[in-house]
């Protein structure tokens, strides 16, 4: 018995070690086509293709999907020559109407292997946004295992395909932006990056949210402002400029530095505030049907630059006043924003709802259906507390 | 030879048992699982109470072992409601345990096939894993007791440092208000979450695995057993519907590795966390897989009086079948459940009602 018993587990070993050598489905990195970043556009030009001219006829709307790749001959350490290739990348664009059929006709134009775990950024155009449902286009990438969700989310204006083009030679438009949004920590002017994983529950929670915004201007990618996305449509409602992102970075607490110019009354020559901590409480007040608004914000800095010849920085009373010129400053921001969401496009992009859902959990209940609407109606005061600290090296 | 109970166990050798069977599928469903019931951020209330909720069973399981402590499950049942009823529950568990090895065994191929595995057929997945099992098993309780005080130590510290590094992306809004609408929809949680904590009934056989001396410890073995995976699932809730959200988490088929794979971390010398994640869960599962197909064994052992061996390698085959019923995955997922509603009676139900016989019987003698 001990005999055979010994013989079964000889066997076993033998038998798992013939399973166990891996690299069963392996890919050589030579033979992948990485993508780092993909655009999505709604297509209203002239189709070619059959199965492009029937989605015509049937009335569906169609999409170019551009992919960034990176592949071992677009890096330099690549190409075996050691010659600089013209573009670090290389774009390639299909045209369907469902994303992942379009994807695949993809591999009737590239010789690698795409292979999107190393995906950064899906940027979708102004015109897609606004004509069909984000839940929609993005389905595809909240399902497929390849893409991850720490991806990052943006909105373009007019053409999506051109944020992914540069005209430097070394640079990857793709990572370009990933880092570019880095400077959130700098500026109020940049959103918190929206991952493909928190944009998730947003769109299922049917909240309006804002989304970075990208435009081209002369092949120069830049940041400006944000797209507010209805959480009615889950479409793109309109956009917001950069000053009023740094009132909705305010409100929402979300200013984590950056900089807010301010003007001397007397003199009218400017003072600037740099931002060392910002933090804001968003106070909702039910009684009875009535619901309002208390938005309290406190920060900390410094002053960073002053041209106001007639006053010192050692004076604790141009500090005072200084103060107050900021505090009315950020106020002004903060309304102008909210005039804005609240007025012009009717939705709740900096998380009024969230707070009422957390502090008034019941009347959240009665009222998410109808929030964006309710939101645009309910006053809203703001109480801003600025105080300075320092004012760099030099007290004049 | 093995279904002797020579093999003998120390204290903390049975909680690590316990531990290691009850963290398995749970860990990667159980959030979006409560919270589909809960729909408040309070699952994690739920949790807890579910934790309670299995330690009651637990002790309850442990007394009625503790009646008999030089038998197992398997054999005192007969004592206490006759030969041919305890038979019929001795094979109802022993289905039980079999089957459980079988899910888990099904689920381990899923995920390993969707995130790490991809192209590499099931069956190929599914033997070697088999295989080692069976390879452990043959060596006794007490050999895969070692091997559980292996596999605990790694799971635990990776899983904290997996768990924390995902503070980056955490935001505690997402788990307020605390009990915003009343306890209702909280309490509409606590059986889902109890179902995870499956695991507890392992003490039907383990105290008589237990050196005589230890035996008056194993009330505390289980509560130790549950408290630790107590804690694991409440962090793992926490943090997922905290970086995820009550809405972001009910449409994940797996919520922790999505959690897992929604940040990286860039200088560190790993980036990305979810195979870290993924490899003590397969290490978890092949827990669960190995104590449940050892248990099922051992019961067959026992209920026909013969070697263990012959058993274990007839068992094989039936669960890589059970293994490969289940269609497609919302299939799996329900006879998932269905095996969680098999355990609540045969575990919450049957222990009681055998300890209450049991007690009025050692009266009238």
């Given amino acids: 018995m001990k005999r055979i018993h010994c013989c079964v587990r000889l066997l076993l070993v033998a038998m798992v070690t013939l399973l166990l050598t891996g690299c069963w489905s392996s890919k050589e990195i030579e033979d992948l086509g990485l993508i780092v970043g993909t655009s999505l556009d709604l297509e209203t030009g002239d189709v070619s293709s059959e199965e492009q001219q029937d989605a015509r006829y049937a009335n569906r709307q169609l999409l170019t999907i551009t992919n960034q790749f990176v592949t071992s001959e677009t890096t330099v350490s690549g190409t075996k020559e050691g010659a600089l290739p013209e573009k670090a990348y290389k774009n390639v664009s299909e045209t369907g109407d469902a994303v992942l059929p379009t994807l695949r006709n993809m591999l009737l134009k590239v010789d690698k292997r795409s292979f999107a775990e190393h995906s950064k950024v899906i940027i979708i155009g102004e015109e897609l946004a606004s004509n069909i449902n984000l839940q929609q286009t993005l389905d595809f990438f909240l399902r497929e295992l390849e893409i991850r969700p720490s991806g990052l989310l943006f909105i373009a204006q007019d053409q999506a395909s051109q944020a992914l083009e540069t005209n430097e030679p070394t640079k990857i438009p793709a990572f370009q932006l990933v880092e570019m949004m880095e400077g959130h920590e700098r500026t109020t002017k940049i959103l918190p990056p929206m991952t493909v994983a928190k944009l998730e529950g947003k769109l299922y929670s049917d909240s309006s949210f804002l989304l970075q915004n990208v435009s081209t201007e002369n092949g120069e990618v830049k940041f400006a402002g944000a797209a507010i996305i209805e959480g009615k449509t889950k479409k793109l409602r309109g956009f917001l400029n950069e000053s009023d992102l740094e009132g909705i970075a305010w409100m929402s607490g979300d200013a984590k530095g950056g900089l807010v110019k301010g003007y001397d009354e007397k003199s009218g020559t400017p003072i600037v505030y740099e931002i060392i901590s910002a933090k804001s409480k968003i106070i909702p007040h039910v009684k009875g049907e009535q619901i309002s608004f208390t938005i309290k914000i406190q920060s900390e800095g410094r002053i960073a630059e002053h041209w106001v010849l007639s006053d010192k920085a050692f004076d604790n009373q141009f500090l005072k006043k200084a103060e107050k010129v900021f505090e009315k400053e950020i106020e002004r921001l903060v309304r102008k924003a909210l005039d804005k969401t609240q007025h012009e496009f009717q939705t709740d992009v900096s998380g009024f709802g969230n707070k009422l859902r957390i502090d008034y959990p019941k009347v959240w209940q009665k009222r998410k259906k109808e929030w964006d609407q309710t939101f645009s109606e309910v006053p809203i005061t703001c109480e801003v507390n600025v105080s300075i600290k320092d004012y760099g090296t030099s007290g004049d | ?365």
Avoid at chain 2, 144 to 149: N, Q, V
Avoid at chain 2, 228 to 239: D, E, G
Avoid at chain 2, 314 to 334: C, E, R, S, V
């Fill in chain 2, 1 to 365: 030879m093995n279904s002797t109970l020579k093999d003998k166990i120390t204290p903390s050798q049975a909680v690590v048992i316990i531990i290691n069977y009850i963290l398995a599928t749970g860990i990667l469903t159980l959030p979006r699982a409560s919270v589909e019931k809960v729909k408040t951020p309070d699952v994690w209330i739920s949790v807890f109470l579910g934790g309670v909720v299995a330690m009651i069973a637990g002790v309850i399981i442990v007394k009625l072992s503790q009646q008999y402590p030089d038998k197992t499950f398997y054999q005192y049942n007969q004592d206490i409601i006759g030969k041919w009823l305890g038979w019929f529950i001795s094979a109802c568990v022993i289905a039980y345990f079999f089957t459980i090895s079988a899910f888990e065994v099904r689920i381990m191929a899923e995920v390993t096939s969707l995130f790490l595995l991809e192209g590499t057929p099931t069956w190929a997945i599914i033997l070697p894993f088999l295989w080692v099992g069976l390879y452990l098993i043959s060596g006794g309780i007490n050999t895969i007791a070692r091997l559980f005080e292996i596999i605990f130590p790694i799971t635990f510290v990776i899983f904290l440092l997996v768990a924390f590094l995902s503070l980056g992306i955490f935001e505690i809004d997402n788990l307020r208000p605390v009990l915003g609408l009343g306890v209702v929809p909280m309490l509409k949680g606590i059986k889902t979450a109890t179902l995870a904590f499956l695991g507890p009934e392992i003490m039907l056989l383990l105290v008589a695995f237990m050196y005589p001396s230890d035996k008056s410890k194993a009330v505390k073995v289980v509560l130790a057993g549950i408290a630790i995976p107590l804690l694991f699932y409440v962090i793992t809730v926490v943090m997922v519907i905290g970086a995820l959200s009550i809405e972001g988490v009910l449409t994940r088929t797996w919520p922790t590795i999505e959690l897992m794979r929604s940040f990286e971390i860039p200088g560190l010398i790993f980036e990305r966390f979810e195979s870290f994640l993924l490899v003590i869960w397969i290490m978890q599962i092949f827990a669960t897989f190995t104590i449940t197909y050892y248990a099922a064994s051992l019961g067959l052992a026992q209920l026909f009086k013969k070697n263990m061996h012959p058993f274990l390698y007839g068992l094989l085959p039936i669960i890589y079948i059970i293994a490969m019923t289940p269609k497609n995955i919302n299939d799996l997922f329900t006879f998932g459940d269905k095996i969680g509603h098999a355990a609540l009676i045969l575990f919450g139900v049957v222990p009681i009602t055998l300890l209450l016989i049991s007690k009025l019987k050692g009266k009238k003698a």
